[in-house]
């Protein structure tokens, strides 16, 4: 993790690029600081992710709601307002979004399995 001087995010000039899902497309906004990533995430109605993601997230949903999937089967629906976190490694897990939704995603080297 390096240093990171005070600064602001202008997420209308931050480029989206568009991922398509098994169903459906997210548009993620990156800002790279270091070993920090920081993004705004839109799935589009219908989102299924296309893979079953290993690595650690701090999640929060900014507007609308969506289901995170467990490898295991369990699901846990995430709300306006809610978040979850989970470290590098220890649970696989995939998103879907039925009406769209529009999440705040933080990651990298801190969340690193220990």
């Known amino acids: 993790m390096s240093n990171i001087p005070f600064q602001t995010i202008d997420w209308k000039s931050v480029k989206k690029v568009e991922y398509k899902g098994e169903t459906g497309v997210a548009y993620w906004q990156t800002v790279q600081l270091g070993g920090l990533r920081i ?3 839109e799935y589009s109605k219908g989102y299924l992710a296309d893979h079953w993601c290993e690595k650690g997230h701090i999640v929060h949903c900014l507007e609308g709601e969506f289901i995170t999937e467990l490898k295991d089967g369990t699901k846990k629906i995430l709300h306006k307002n809610e978040m979850y976190v989970v470290s590098d490694e220890l649970s696989s ?5 039925e009406n769209g939704v529009k999440l705040l995603i933080v990651d990298g080297d801190f969340l690193k399995k220990s």
């Open 93 to 97: 897990h995939r998103s879907f979004s």
């Open 39 to 41: 993004r705004i995430v």
